[in-house]
C-alpha cells in the first residue's frame, strides 16, 4: 500500500480551506453567556476586596470571585497557583474576578464597574532580584527547581586543557502568538461538566477540573475544538481557562464562552522562559573539545506551572550535539513577578542551544578554525555517550544533516567569497569607506551554521510512569459495504498534522485505504488517555502505540479470515457481528533496556534524539543594520518521514519561530507589565521577511519509530535558528551578540560599542 | 440602520448599527463563520473578504460603509461542493496547517490571481504580506499558490 | 474599548462636501465633536485603546468615503490632485504618479499591507497627524498643498506647515480635508522613499525618509524632505532642505549633513525604537540620498 512515506492531501485541509471547520469562536450554545477576566493592574500586592460601582445596574450580570471556587488551585506539577486570587496576586493579569453577560457591551462596562482594591508590595523582577531575595515570593529561597547533570571531572578537565574559553549567553521571552486566540466554551448538565476549547491536552484540563470541583472522572467532558496553532501556549494554560468559563458557567447556570482578545492573550498567557546560560570550556589547540561546564539560571515567572520540566530539558540540552569527555551541568529555575512562563515548543531546549552554539563559535574564533568543521570535528556518533552516560545505539543522523546542509548551501565557497569585510578589517574601517559608485548600498553578506539534537519524547521515565493509551475500532455502517476503523487517541491535531499522519500510520498496519479509517474528535469521554500532545511525542510515541493497536486487529482479523476463509472484509465482517464494534487498545510499553534515575540524572534521558544542521545567509545593512535572511538551509534527521511534505512544513514553520525570535520578536516589560501586547507592536516575520528555506530531510531510522522508524520532529526545528543567524551575522559584519535578540538597535549598539 | 449588500453572489438585508464592524455581521448574523479573528485590529488578515473584489480587513470596516457593495468570504470560493483550485492547492501541498489563518490568506491569495494569473514569488509574497501565519514559515502557502495558478492556467484554452 | 461599544455611535452618510460641510459648522458652532470616517483604519484602532466614551455624548461619525469631491486622483498641466479620500491603493497603482511621482507611490506600497492601502486614505494620514505618517512625509518632499474645505470656502496650507504639534494640525473643527496638489517633480527628477520599519512589510516607520530633488548643472534647484518617526511630527527638514539647494551640491560635505539633520529632528525612545538608532539611520539615509545628488551635479 506504501501510504507511509508519501505525501497525501490533509484530511483536515477540505473544511480548513472551505471554512467549514469549527473553531471554539464559531461554536455557541441556547443561552450562552459571554465571559471576562477581572485581572490585577499590579505584578504584587495584598488584594484587599474587589469593590463593585452601586450605580451600576448589575441584573443579569454573573459575578465570580475565590469565594466562589470550591478548591482553589490549579492542578499541575504544584498546586501554588490559585485558579483566581484570593489575598495576594503575584503577577500583573493575575486574574482577580470573572464576569458573564449576555451581550459584549454589558460585559465590559460591567468589567469596568468592578475595582480590585489591592495595597502594592515591592515585586521581584529580575533572576537577580529573584535570587538574591530582595522579597521572599516562592518558598525560602524563590528557586523553583535545581538540576545536577555531572560525567568525570569537568573542572580539572578544562583546567588542565590548552584553550580553556568562557562565555555568558541570554535569551528573552517570547510569545507563542498562535493565530487563534486562547477560547474555552463551558456548560453543566446531569451528567456534570462540559468543556469544549482551544487546547493541546485535554486530559490536562480534565485533571485541574475533576481537583478544583471535586468530580470523579466520570463527571467531566473535555472536548478539543478545532484549535488554531499551540506550540506549547495551549499546553498548560487551557486548564486556567476552562476552570474560569466553568465557574462562570455554574454560578450563572448559562453556558459560558471566554474568548481572548489578542492583547489580553499576550499579557496573560505563558511565554518561554528567558535565560542566562555560563558557560566554560576546554579544548586542543586542533579544536578537539574535551570538556565543559554549564550553569544555566531560568526566569519562570510568578508559578511554578511546567518550569521544572522545561528546566530539566533545557540541561539535557545543553552541551549539544557534541563529545564532552567531562561535563557539568548546574541548572536552577528562579520565581519572579511576572507573568508564569510555560510550554513553547523546544521547551528549554532553545535557550541551552542557543548558549553552547554561541560557545563553539567563540572557539571557532579562537582558534581561527572553519565553525562547521570545527563542530564536525566533535559530533556524538553511534556508540558516544550523552552527558547523563545514555549510550547512543542507534539513529545519529547529525553527521549526515552537515554534509548535506554544507553541500546544498555551498558553504564553503560561500565562507570564502562572502563576508571578507569581517575578515579582513574592523567593522568602523568597513562602514566608514565611502561606498563605491555613490549610492549603491552599504550592505554585507555572511553565512553561519548550527548544530543541534533534541530528545523526541518525555524525558526519562516520564513515558514509563504516564502509560500512554489508544484505541482503534472496526465497525459497520450500514450505508457502507465495507467495515470501517476508528482512530480514538487524546493526541490533538494543532495543525501539525496528528489527523493525516495517524491515518497513514493505522491504514498501513491494517492494509486498507485511508478513506475507511477515521479519526474521532478527541473527547475525554470518548478517547483513552494517550497522553499530552507535547514533547514532539506525538508520531513517535503515540504514533506507535497506534501502529501497534492497528496490527493487533489486523492479526485478529487475518487469524480469522485464515480460520474461516473469505476475504479480509468477510473476516472483519465476522469479527463484528460477533462482537459489535470490535476495539483493539493498547499502551506503551517502555522498553525494557531504558533505564532512567530520577535522583542522580543518569541514564537514558530521552528514547532517541532529532538531529539537524541549519545553515542561514544574511544581508546587513550597513547603514540600518537591518538583517534580511537570503537563504536558510535545512538539514534534519527525522528518523522517517511519514508524510515528506508536512514534515518539512514543521521545520520551515519551526525555523520561522526561530528566525523571529532572533530578529523580530521581543516582549517588552516594565513594572512586570506588558507594553507591547499587540501584534502592532509584538513583531512576529510575514511573507516577504521569511526566507525561501531549503529542508533536506534525512532519514535515519529509529528501531522503535513508527511507519519504519520515524522520531518525533515538532520541537527540533525551533532549537537551531537562532544561532545559525547569530553566525551569519558575525560573518558578514564583525558584530558578535552573544544576547538575542538581534534586533537593528541590538547590532547598532553592539557596533558602537566596538562589538 | 437597513442596509443590504451581496455576500457571496446573495443580496443581503439586514438591519444593524452602521458602525457594527463587517466582521461581527458576516460571523452574526450571516452565520458566516469562515471569517476569523486575530487579532481585531488589521495586523493579522485572518478576517481578509473581498470588498468589491478588493481584500480587506473586516475587522477594520463598518457595516455602514458596506451598503449597496459586493463582499465575497471563504464561503464562496467553492462552486457547490467542489473546491476551487486554489483550496485544493492549499490541501494539497501543504498551504494549511491550523487553518485558522487559510481563509484570510486564501481570499488576498484569490485577488491576486483573478488580478494576475501568472504572479512570480515575489508578486505571490507581497499578496499575503498582511496574513500572519504562524505555522508554515510561507513556503508551502507560497507553493500552493504557485500551484494554483498553474492549475487555472492549464485549465483555461489557449 | 470592546468593538461592540464602537458600534453604538451615531452615523450619518452625508450625501455632498457642501453637506458635510454645513452640518460641521453647525456642530462646531455646538461645540458638538465629530468624526470624519473614511477608511477606519486608525480610528478603529485607536477606539479599542481608548477609554470609553460617555455613552450619552458620543461625537458624531461622518462617513467621507463616497464623496465625489474628495475621491479621485487628476493630473492636469505637470499639476496632480489627489482626493483626501483617494486610498494608498489608488494612489500605488496609478500609471503617472508611479511615473512622476515615485516617492508617493512607493510610500503607498509600504503602508501596511494590501488590506491597509485598499482602506487607508491620504487624508486620514494627515489628518491623524501622527509623527509615523508616512504619506505625510512624502507629500511634505513634494511641496504639496493641502486643500481644506468648509462653509466659507477652500483654503490652502502647504504641507510643510501643516502640523502644529504631536497629533495636532492647522485644520479648524468645522474643516475638512477635500484634497492635495502639488507640481510633479520634472522627469528626470531625484526621488527616494526609504522606510527602515520594524520588519519587511505591513511595518510601521522607525525611520522613512521622503526626498526629492533636482539637479541643473551642479546646483540643487528644487529640493524636498520628509521624515517620518523622528519628531513628535513628521517633519520637512528644513536644514537639509537648504543644502539641496546648494549652488553647488558636489561640496555638500558628510559633516554639513550630519549637522543638519541633527538640528531638524528630535528622535525619542519608544516602543518601536531608539532615539541613538533613530539618529544615526536619519543621518545615514539623508547622506545617502546626498552621494546620489553629489554623482549627478559631477556628472
Known sequence: ?755 | MRMSFVVNGRSRTLDAPPLTRLLDILRGPLGLTGTKEGCGEGECGSCTVLLDGVPVNACLVVAGQCDGRTVLTVEGLASKDTLSDLQEAFVKEGGAQCGICTPGILMAAHALLAANPQPGEGEIRESIAGNICRCTGYQRIVESIRQAAKEQAAREPG | MNPAEIALYPFERPGTLAELCRTLSARAGRKEKTVLLAGGTDWIVERRLAPPEDPNDLPLVLDVSRLTEMRGITVVKEIATIGAAATFLEIKSHPVLSRRAPVLTAMAREVGAVQIQARGTLGGNLAGASPAADGAAALMALDADVVLASIHGERRVPMTQFFTAYRTTRRAEDEVIVRVEFTLPRTGAHQVWRKVGTRAAQAISKVALAAVAEVERGRGVRSGFGMASVAPVTVSLPSVRALGLSPSLASVSDEELDAATRRDIAPIDDLRSTAAYRAHVASALVKGFFRELRIAAGS
Not at chain 1, 468589567?111 to 502594592?120: H, K, M
Not at chain 1, 486562547?182 to 446531569?190: I, K, T, V
Not at chain 1, 500512554?468 to 487517541?489: N, S
Not at chain 1, 479519526?519 to 497506534?546: C, E, H, K, Q, Y
Request: charged share 25%; net charge neutral; glycine share 10%.
Open chain 1, 1 to 755: 500500500m506504501a501510504l507511509v512515506g508519501r505525501s497525501v492531501p490533509r484530511a483536515d485541509g477540505p473544511a480548513k480551506v472551505a471554512g467549514t471547520a469549527r473553531y471554539v469562536d464559531d461554536l455557541t450554545r441556547p443561552g450562552v453567556l459571554l465571559g471576562a477576566t477581572l485581572r490585577s493592574p499590579v505584578a504584587r500586592g495584598r488584594l484587599r476586596g474587589i469593590r463593585r460601582d452601586p450605580s451600576f445596574d448589575w441584573t443579569g450580570v454573573t459575578v465570580v470571585t475565590a469565594e466562589d471556587v470550591p478548591v482553589n488551585v490549579v492542578a499541575l506539577i504544584e498546586e501554588d497557583q490559585p485558579v483566581l486570587a484570593s489575598d495576594e496576586v503575584r503577577h500583573a493579569y493575575e486574574p482577580i474576578a470573572l464576569v458573564a453577560a449576555e451581550d459584549p457591551v454589558r460585559l465590559a462596562r460591567a468589567l469596568r464597574a468592578l475595582t480590585p482594591e489591592i495595597d502594592p508590595l515591592p515585586p521581584v523582577l529580575t533572576v537577580a532580584d529573584a535570587l538574591q531575595r530582595k522579597a521572599q515570593i516562592h518558598g525560602p529561597d524563590n528557586v523553583f527547581a535545581t538540576y545536577r547533570i555531572s560525567k568525570g571531572d569537568a573542572a580539572k578537565a578544562i583546567a588542565e586543557s590548552a584553550v580553556r574559553l568562557s562565555g555568558t549567553y541570554r535569551t528573552h521571552h517570547q510569545e507563542q502568538l498562535y493565530i487563534e486566540p486562547q477560547g474555552m466554551l463551558a456548560f453543566w448538565d446531569a451528567s456534570g461538566a462540559h468543556l469544549v476549547g482551544s487546547l493541546q491536552c485535554p486530559f490536562y484540563v480534565h485533571k485541574g477540573v475533576k481537583r478544583t470541583f471535586s468530580l470523579d472522572d466520570a463527571h467531566v467532558d473535555v472536548t478539543q475544538a478545532v484549535t488554531g496553532g499551540g506550540f506549547g501556549g495551549k499546553e498548560e494554560y487551557p486548564t486556567l481557562l476552562a476552570l474560569h468559563a466553568l465557574l462562570l458557567a455554574k454560578k450563572s447556570g448559562r453556558p459560558v464562552k471566554m474568548i481572548y482578545d489578542r492583547q489580553e492573550d499576550i499579557e496573560a498567557t505563558t511565554k518561554r522562559h528567558p535565560s542566562e546560560v555560563t558557560i566554560s570550556s576546554g579544548c586542543d589547540r586542533e579544536g578537539n573539545l574535551s570538556a565543559v561546564s554549564i550553569r544555566i539560571v531560568m526566569d519562570g515567572g510568578a508559578y511554578v506551572t511546567l518550569t521544572p520540566v522545561v528546566l530539566s530539558r533545557g540541561a539535557l540540552h545543553a552541551a549539544g550535539a557534541y563529545r564532552w569527555e567531562h561535563v557539568s551541568i548546574e541548572a536552577i529555575a528562579v520565581a519572579t513577578n511576572t507573568p508564569p512562563n510555560g510550554a513553547f515548543r523546544g521547551f528549554g531546549a532553545p535557550q541551552t542551544i542557543w548558549a553552547i552554539e554561541r560557545h563553539l563559535d567563540r572557539i571557532a574564533r579562537e582558534l581561527s578554525a572553519d565553525p562547521l568543521a570545527l563542530r564536525e570535528k566533535n559530533l556524538l556518533r553511534v556508540g558516544d555517550t550523552t552527558p547523563t552516560g545514555q549510550f547512543l545505539k542507534e539513529s545519529v543522523g547529525v553527521q549526515r544533516c552537515v554534509e548535506e546542509a554544507r553541500k546544498a548551501s555551498g558553504w564553503e565557497r560561500k565562507r570564502e567569497t562572502l563576508g571578507q569585510a569581517a575578515a579582513a578589517r574592523p567593522v568602523s574601517a568597513i562602514l566608514r569607506r565611502p561606498a563605491p559608485g555613490g549610492s549603491a548600498s552599504r550592505k554585507a553578506r555572511g553565512i553561519g551554521a548550527s548544530v543541534f539534537l533534541h530528545g523526541a519524547g518525555f524525558t526519562g521515565s516520564g513515558e514509563r510512569k504516564l502509560k500512554g493509551r489508544v484505541a482503534i475500532d472496526m465497525f459497520q455502517l450500514l450505508t457502507e459495504k465495507k467495515p470501517r476503523f476508528r482512530i480514538r487517541t487524546a493526541s490533538t491535531d494543532i495543525g501539525q498534522g496528528t489527523e493525516t499522519v495517524f491515518r497513514q500510520i493505522a491504514a498501513e498496519a491494517l492494509w486498507v485505504s485511508m478513506d475507511r479509517v477515521d479519526f474521532a474528535t478527541p473527547s475525554t469521554a470518548t478517547v483513552p488517555d494517550s497522553g499530552p500532545t507535547v514533547a514532539s511525542r506525538t508520531v513517535m510515541i503515540v504514533g506507535s502505540i497506534l501502529e501497534h493497536a492497528a496490527r493487533d486487529l489486523f492479526a485478529r482479523i487475518e487469524q480469522n479470515r485464515q480460520k474461516q476463509g473469505g476475504s479480509f472484509d468477510d473476516a472483519a465482517r465476522r469479527l463484528i457481528a460477533h462482537e459489535g464494534t470490535v476495539i483493539s487498545e493498547k499502551t506503551y510499553e517502555t522498553p525494557a533496556d531504558f533505564v532512567w534515575d530520577d535522583a542522580t540524572y543518569r541514564g537514558d534521558a530521552y528514547p532517541v534524539f532529532g538531529w539537524g544542521c541549519d545553515i542561514a545567509e544574511v544581508e546587513v545593512d550597513l547603514d540600518t543594520f537591518e538583517t534580511t535572511v537570503i537563504g536558510f538551509w535545512a538539514a534534519q534527521d527525522v528518523g522517517k518521514a511519514i508524510h515528506p511534505l508536512m514534515c518539512k512544513g514543521q521545520i520551515e514553520g519551526g525555523t520561522l519561530q526561530a528566525i523571529g525570535w532572533a530578529l523580530n520578536e521581543k516582549v517588552v516589560l516594565k513594572d512586570g507589565k506588558i507594553l507591547n501586547a499587540r501584534m502592532t507592536n509584538y513583531i512576529v516575520p510575514t511573507s516577504i521577511d521569511a526566507p525561501r528555506f531549503t529542508t533536506v530531510l534525512v532519514e535515519d531510522p529509529y528501531s522503535r519509530g513508527p511507519g519504519g522508524g520515524a522520531k518525533g520532529i515538532g520541537e527540533l526545528p525551533m532549537d537551531g535558528g537562532a544561532p545559525a543567524i547569530a553566525a551569519a551575522i558575525e560573518h558578514a559584519t564583525g558584530i558578535v551578540r552573544d544576547d538575542l535578540p538581534l534586533l537593528p538597535e541590538d547590532l547598532f549598539v553592539a557596533w558602537k560599542t566596538g562589538r
